[in-house]
């Protein structure tokens, strides 16, 4: 009985001990990987990396081991088919393994006493993975570049949870008139992105502040009368699910967000579906690490009719749908 038992449990899972085991050591290996920019030379420039020290050899021998990385005679290495993937889906692996640990770390001691651990993060590396996860689909990110760029009298394109500015930064290099704006709850993030952008070429078209966007009582603090009058473009990524599960749902906070900015053409929706599903496996992956991330921290993921059901009672069109990146995350630009 207890030998049946054991078995069924064990292959409904489809997670074997090896999988538990070695899986988190080679998602602390992509990571020091993507430290070292491994993962981006490989993909997008030279195509090799040579290990300059004793720790990078020995960093490049464990992804050979794991069968990510191939060594070449001159002593390079180079990615293997399931390393393009890897390479590929390092934002990932940063925000769940970096990003989410605390909140995973402390699941056993809160759960004694409490239902939900809320918003425990590295708020840096959830910022860095998000901006790699954002930079890998640049067909989509110069869509929406290209529609800003097409408006008839330039504007002020605002990111609500801008973290880094990465998507700003990518859209201001496309959209060369549009003046470019980003909030951010993480002072500490808001803080470090202002220093890298301050020397770039677009700094005299950004503006960073450290705030919620969260709807409240009133108009936040940090909402002035230049964002409310200029702010043409809205856009937010991977954080309305949240906003709404705190705040009444979707409707309710673009509601509130088409109130603050009077003059708004355009809304861009970048977010992660609920997916359907029912064990580990049959859901596309990453979906249950990062349903069961959300559950522990309270925050509903919603299903894909719950956004189009609330643009549609607001009366915004989808003009654009970008769904091509990962079974989950879908982009919707709203025109109206
Ligand atoms: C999952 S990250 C997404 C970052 C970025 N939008 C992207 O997709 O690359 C969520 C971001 O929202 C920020 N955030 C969370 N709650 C917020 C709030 N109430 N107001 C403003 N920003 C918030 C976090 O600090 C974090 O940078």
């Not at 390079?76 to 390393?83: A, C, I, N, W």
């Not at 803080?191 to 936040?220: E, K, M």
């Not at 309270?298 to 009366?315: K, M, N």
């Amino acid at each position: 009985m207890t030998t049946e038992t054991t078995t069924q449990s064990t292959t409904g899972a489809r997670l074997r001990l090896p999988d538990l085991l070695e899986g988190p050591t080679a998602a602390q290996l992509v990571v020091a990987a993507d430290d070292l920019g491994w993962w981006a030379r490989l993909l997008n420039g030279a195509g090799s990396v040579v290990p300059a020290t004793r720790l990078q050899r020995s960093l490049a021998r464990a992804l050979e081991r794991v069968g990510w990385l191939a060594a070449a005679p001159d002593g390079s290495f180079r990615l293997t088919p399931d390393g393009v993937e890897i390479a590929f889906n390092r934002g990932f692996v940063r925000v769940a393994v970096r990003g989410w640990e605390p909140t995973f770390r402390v699941l056993g001691e809160r759960a004694a006493t409490d239902d939900v651990i809320p918003a425990r993060t590295d708020p840096a590396a959830v910022a860095r993975g998000c901006t790699d996860i954002a930079r890998r689909s640049p067909a989509t990110i110069a869509a929406i570049a290209a529609r800003i760029a097409a408006d008839p009298v330039p504007g002020t394109t605002l990111d609500l949870g801008c973290a880094d500015g990465g998507r700003l930064q990518a859209i201001g290099a496309l959209a060369p008139d549009e003046r470019l704006a980003g909030v951010d709850i993480e002072a500490g993030v808001i803080a470090d992105a202002r220093a890298r952008l301050a020397a770039g070429d677009l700094a005299g078209r950004f503006r960073l502040l450290a705030g919620s966007v969260q709807p409240g009582d009133g108009p936040p603090p940090w909402l002035d009368d230049d964002l409310r009058e200029n702010v043409t473009t809205a856009m937010t990524f991977f954080l309305l699910h949240q906003l709404a599960s705190d705040g009444g749902g979707i409707a309710a906070v673009l509601g509130a967000w088409t109130d603050w900015f009077p003059n708004l053409r355009r809304l861009v929706v970048g977010d992660v579906m609920l997916s359907s599903g029912e064990g580990w496996h049959e859901q596309p992956w990453f979906a249950p690490t990062f349903e069961i991330y959300h559950e522990l921290t309270g925050v509903r993921i919603w299903r894909d009719e719950e956004y189009r059901d609330a643009y549609t009672s607001l009366g915004w069109r989808v003009a654009e749908r970008h769904d091509g990146d990962h079974p989950i995350v879908v982009t919707s630009v709203l025109e109206r």
